[in-house]
């Protein structure tokens, strides 16, 4: 396989990008706020300073392959590798200055605030970059599929699309010769995705396959990768879930823990102001009790009550899901549902420790029961406490039925097994978005 007759490997043109911004970005930054903050001249060493930093920065990341086709795809991974690279870059910026310039009095404000800015200008940068190269970008990532076990939804291939990976499904029934239909395609990946037991055969060609450079991907590992989710097998004969989601550790807890309060103490006093506006509206608009309260599933499977804002009138009819443009929603208590204001009780239930800023969503008690006889591992979600917001439901819409629950139990899943600081702030910036785009949650 020549590289040079691939079309894929012509396009350099978003990588060749990025590491443009990690090299200049820097120090146009630091010149923009020298001048605009710094009290001094803009003295030679900042020179220096600018380059090295810009070299030092671009160098490590892209040891860390940050400009390969095949870096690490989910925002939380570039989020850490920006921000730890970059203090890395100050520490070294640092050991440089102290040994060769240590007479130099830099403008302490301005490159304090540069050293703060310029990994958030980095990312913005290349998510801006991401989002409209999708014009001029000639090339795909083209993923051979071998088999339909698993049939991917529309929000699935929407998400494939966003980034650019473009899926060819090959059958074994269509021919006997499935290595050569592989190499001639030269996809970037080979998704197994089979039906039944690979054959003695068929493990031969996918050992001649592997030799030749196709890189082979299993379902489950293409599912965390690309749709960063946990496949969950149908049948439930998979028992690897048992051993690979485990609940957090002590060290993960306390982080948590200590977002929790961050949040409680932050939300809490920013919207004073909309929680007496809210038990004014609900009061005026729907008679009854302020708050409504229902048994939800927590921590190994006990129950405990959360609080809401009452957004339906009382003595409503009965029905566990919530319709679009259901009858029993009062109007302020539609748009608490668009703008989550509903959710601000629940800050109670985070600071008793019932629930975490970020997790699991709080299920009913009584949906609970009917998901845990259908679908395999639905308990795994308990190992951790339940969020006000959390990974499903920012990645995934408002789910109306039992296979919307197994799609978002996916994407619980994934944030239990690969739970990070940086996974933890990628959702809670998401959340941001989606409640202000108006779209709830």
């Known amino acids: ?42 003295q030679g060493e900042y020179h220096w300073m600018s380059f090295l930093s810009g070299a030092f920065f671009a160098t490590c990341i892209g040891i860390q392959g940050g400009y390969s086709r095949y870096n690490e795809r989910a925002f939380a991974k570039k989020l850490e590798v920006t921000f730890k690279t970059w203090f890395l870059t100050v520490f070294f910026l640092l050991t440089i200055f102290f040994f060769s310039l240590a007479n130099l009095q830099f403008d302490r404000l301005a490159v304090s605030i540069w050293v703060i800015l310029t990994p958030f200008a980095v990312m913005f940068t290349k998510v801006m970059i991401q989002r409209y190269s999708r014009g001029f970008a000639q090339a795909k990532i083209q993923v051979a599929v071998l088999g339909r076990h698993y049939e991917f939804n529309e929000l699935e291939y929407a998400m494939l699309e966003f980034q650019g990976i473009e899926l060819t499904y090959f059958s074994l029934k269509d021919s006997d010769d499935i290595e050569q239909h592989i190499l001639a395609m030269s996809p970037d990946y080979l998704l197994l995705n089979l039906e039944a037991p690979a054959t003695s055969q068929l493990i031969k060609e996918l050992t001649h396959l592997d030799l030749k450079g196709i890189r082979l991907i299993v379902l489950h590992r293409f599912m965390e990768a690309f749709l960063r989710k946990c496949y969950i097998p149908y049948d439930g004969e998979d028992l690897s879930y048992l051993e690979k989601v485990r609940p957090y550790s002590l060290k993960n807890y306390l982080l948590k823990r200590a977002i929790d309060w961050s949040a409680i103490i932050t939300i809490g006093v920013v919207c004073c102001p909309l929680i007496l506006y809210s038990i004014i509206k609900v009061r005026a608009q729907s008679p009854g009790s302020i708050l409504f309260s229902q048994c939800r599933v927590g921590l190994g499977g006990h129950n405990f009550v959360a609080l809401k804002f009452r957004s339906m009138h009382e003595n409503a009819h009965f029905n566990p899901y919530t319709q679009k443009e259901d009858p029993r929603i009062f109007p302020y208590g539609n748009v608490m549902r668009k703008f989550r204001i509903d959710e601000l009780p629940q800050l109670w239930n985070v600071l008793r420790g019932e629930m975490h800023l970020i997790g699991p969503r709080t299920e009913w008690d009584i949906l609970v029961e009917g998901y845990e006889k259908e679908i395999p591992y639905y308990h795994e979600r308990h190992l951790v406490r339940p969020g006000i917001s ?3 439901q920012v990645c995934y819409p408002y789910g109306a039925n039992l296979e919307d629950a197994r799609q978002k139990l996916m994407y619980d899943l994934y944030y239990i097994k690969h739970w990070s600081v940086w996974l933890e702030l990628e959702t809670i910036l998401r959340t941001v978005v989606v409640v202000l785009s108006r779209k709830g949650l």
């Open 1 to 42: 396989m020549k590289k040079g007759t691939v079309k894929r490997y012509q396009d350099r043109r978003v990588p060749f990008s990025y590491a443009l911004v990690d090299m200049l970005l820097p120090g146009v930054l630091l010149t923009i706020l020298v001048t605009l903050f710094g009290t001094g001249k803009w």
């Open 390 to 392: 959390g990974w499903a």
